[in-house]
């Protein structure tokens, strides 16, 4: 009797240990459970600082639309977010990330799905999942986190006219079906990563889908009453210059985790160099919208300084972990000026964009994407071919929608409800009740 | 002189200015004020509870007129405000008894201009 427990006893010991070290034992270079600790530690704090970037998007676009409209944007803000989250867990994360492609096109992973639903499986929780980088849920929630960001950049550029229901129907579809599928093609491991098309952070995966989604809303939708009359720019200004910069603060904080984080551990040669490249090229970026709104416009633009901040995240985002420091700050530069410039040009096409969304996220995206294969030591050709394969498919996808979506239930409110503003129009309520606050356009 | 208040929709305000300026009246001024009439107001609901706004903002301008610009300048705003709904607004006309040019100190009809 005795002896038998204790034959049981030895065999589960040998099977737990070789349970727990079985993993470890055949790679050369294993983590230890200590470091699978620190690397999760640090992707789970990356996730965090990537979600405080909505509340910098919330606050950006209020601050840059009227008041009689911001309970619209908070609206949409706080929805897309929810959403992105609810879908890219049902259906997203295994569209990005399907493992084998059902479908193969131009030398690799053209379309895969490895089903709906979330689950760990066996080994997804161990340090066996990632080589001790992250478990299976950080992994999710990682990327759970950026999928909710590229709608995000849509609802800026489309505010102040859109309906808030075929909005959401809209973006929902958007970052549930075609950002992940897009996604798929490189960091899932599809063709464009085979033929060596390389977006660290997602210049293009992120910012440029999303960008695409934003310029195809804006020529849809068409511009706010008021905006272009009589042949002339009529300028509609942000009601408070404040929230924008914390907005863009906050945005400069998250990008610390969405560069920072996609070095999908803790490296700590490569994080900390992603963190310097990322700064200076936002440093970069507000001395070059500095300079280049100071000499076009006379007198230096605040919100064209927050612009090129953004613009040098988004033209870094590509290539943070790939280039010089000093590489980095020329990318941020000409981003900065990119961004004055754009912004300038679109509305001249009498292209809507309150925010200048297309131009810091699609302009910058292609740029950033673009700048890695000069800075970086990978082709250009391979860079443009992604740029050019991204656009398109992601801006057809985006325009289809909002025109179909438009013939169906149209997408923009009422003369009245743009008049009187969405906040009463769409929602029955005020974002400063109590206050007076006055409108004339 | 007179002096003309006009209480206006604040998105008319373009409009009346508009047709102000070619009707060359082009000194004005411009004040929020809330206010009411015949229109209704409008009901917002806040969690769950029902909040009724009956004081709604209009715009009112105030502009010093000699007297052969009156009906000029009243058809001037009405052809800017007029929308044909309730809540267009209303003019008023009063009698001005003094106007003075802070800057030069003149009087009467040449500081009206």
């Known amino acids: 009797m005795r002896s038998r427990w204790k034959l049981a006893g030895i065999i589960a010991t040998l099977m737990l240990g070789a349970g727990v070290f079985a993993p470890g034992a055949f790679a050369e270079d294993a983590v230890s459970q200590e470091m699978f600790t620190v690397n999760n530690t640090w992707m789970l704090v990356a996730t965090f600082l990537v979600f405080i970037m909505h509340l910098g998007f919330a606050t950006l676009e209020v601050g840059l639309t009227r008041a009689k409209n911001t309970v619209n944007i908070l609206f949409k803000n706080t929805a897309i977010v929810a959403l992105g989250l609810l879908t890219y867990a049902s259906v997203g994360f295994n569209l990005m990330y399907p493992g084998d492609f059902g479908i193969e096109l131009f030398g690799g992973g053209f379309f895969g799905f490895a089903g709906f639903g979330v689950d760990p499986g066996e080994a997804g929780q161990t340090i066996a999942y990632a080589d001790g980088a992250y478990t299976y849920w950080t992994d999710f929630i990682f990327q759970a986190m950026f999928a909710a960001t590229a709608a995000t950049i849509i609802s800026g550029a489309v505010a102040e006219r859109i309906k808030l229901g075929p909005f959401l129907i809209i973006t929902t579809i958007y970052v549930a079906l075609v950002y992940p599928y897009l996604g798929s093609w490189k960091w899932g491991a599809g063709w464009l990563d085979a033929k060596g098309f390389y977006d660290f952070a997602g210049s293009t995966l992120v910012h440029s889908v999303g960008g695409w989604g934003a310029l195809a809303g804006v020529l849809v939708l068409g511009p706010r009453l008021g905006k272009y009359v009589n042949g002339k720019i009529k300028g509609i200004a942000g009601h408070n210059m404040p929230l924008a910069t914390i907005g863009v603060f906050l945005l400069w904080l998250g990008w610390f985790g969405f560069n920072g984080g996609s070095v999908l551990s803790a490296d700590p040669d490569l994080v900390s160099l992603v963190f310097v490249t990322t700064a200076l090229a936002a440093a970069a970026g507000v001395v070059g919208a500095m300079c280049t709104s100071w000499m076009v416009q006379k007198k230096p633009d605040l919100s064209m300084i927050l612009n090129g901040s953004l613009a040098g995240l988004v033209g870094i985002t590509a290539g943070a972990d790939s280039v010089s420091v000093m590489s980095a700050i020329i990318i941020g530069l000409i981003a900065g000026i990119l961004v004055v410039v754009s912004v300038l040009t679109i509305d001249k096409a009498k292209l809507d964009d309150p925010v200048g969304a297309i131009s810091v996220h699609l302009v910058c995206g292609i740029w950033g994407t673009l700048a890695v294969g000069i800075f970086g030591d990978f082709s250009f050709m391979t860079q443009l071919i992604g740029v050019i394969a991204y656009g398109s498919v992601a801006f057809p996808a985006a325009f289809i929608l909002f025109f179909v979506v438009d013939k169906v239930v149209g997408i923009r409110v009422t003369e009245k409800v743009e008049i009187g503003g969405l906040d009463v129009g769409e929602h029955g309520m005020e974002a400063y009740n109590g206050f007076q606050i006055f409108t004339t356009d | ?113």
């Open chain 2, 1 to 113: 002189m007179k002096l003309v208040i006009a209480y206006i929709q604040p998105e008319r305000l373009t409009a009346v200015k508009q047709s102000l300026f070619e009707a060359e009246v082009t000194k004005m001024s411009v004040t929020n004020v809330l206010g009411c009439g015949a229109q209704g107001g409008f009901h917002e609901n806040y969690r769950g509870a029902d909040i009724e706004v009956n004081l709604l903002k209009k715009v009112r301008i105030e502009i010093g007129i000699n007297e052969e610009y009156l009906q000029t300048t009243i058809d001037a705003i009405i052809k800017g405000a007029k929308t044909g709904t309730i809540g267009d607004g209303k003019i008023f006309v009063m009698d001005l008894a003094e106007c003075i040019r802070i800057r030069t100190g003149e009087l009467g009809k040449e500081a009206i201009g």
